[in-house]
Every structure is written in C-alpha cells, then in structure tokens.
C-alpha cells in the first residue's frame, strides 16, 4: 500500500523557521517529482515548492529565497526548510508524489499539515 507521510509543520513567529518532511512508503512505478502544496479557506490549492527527479526545482513567487526543498532519491523522502516565515505563510501544506511512467499517471497525497505564522 502506497502511503505519503508527512510531518512537521506547527506555530512560529513571522520571521521564525519550520521545516516539513515528505516520506513515500510503498512500491510505485517512477516518481517524477515530490513537492508542496499550500490551500488556505476558501482557495484553491497552490504549488509552493517542487522538486523533479531530473533535479529541477520550482518555487512560487512568493516564496523564492525564503523556502528550499530537497530531496533524497534513494529514500523517497522531500524536505522543505522554511524561513523568514510571514503571515501569509499561514495555511495546510500538502506533500504530492507526482507518479509517471507509461503504465499509469497519479498524484499520491499526504494528508496535510497545518502552519501557522503569526505577527
């Protein structure tokens, strides 16, 4: 059984840290990338943070040069070190496994983990 787990996350002060981890637990066919998500009330999710297996890496916006994200391949886990944390920070973060192979195409989910940044 394919399962994401994820862990971290919790309450800091703008400007503080927090780092989420993304662990993948079973058998798929090829990832091809493992990033974070973040959904607020009434929005829809939104890509913060990805890392492809053929070592590219996205940021959105509004997070480049505060948030990195990295990877350890042979243990199919994602990391995302958070910094210079802000208000607008706040939110559910999402770790998605992207499998791709030309057997199949599927997103695997964590269950989320909630940051919350306060002023």
């Known amino acids: 059984q394919v399962e994401v787990v994820e862990s971290g996350g919790g309450s800091v002060k703008s400007g503080g840290s927090l780092t989420l981890s993304c662990r993948l637990s079973g058998r798929i066919w090829s990832i091809d990338a493992m990033g974070w998500f973040r959904q607020v009330p009434g929005k829809q999710r939104e890509l913060v943070a990805d890392?492809?297996?053929?070592?590219?890496?996205y940021y959105a916006d509004s997070v480049k040069g505060r948030f990195t994200i990295s990877r350890a391949s042979n243990e199919n886990t994602a990391t995302l070190q958070m910094n210079n944390l802000k208000p607008e920070d706040t939110g559910v973060y999402y770790c998605?496994?992207?499998?791709?192979?030309?057997?199949?195409?599927?997103?695997?989910w964590g269950q989320g983990t909630q940051v919350a940044v306060s002023s």
């Open positions: 890392a492809t297996s053929g070592g590219s890496f």
């Open positions: 998605r496994v992207a499998e791709r192979s030309w057997i199949r195409s599927h997103d695997h």
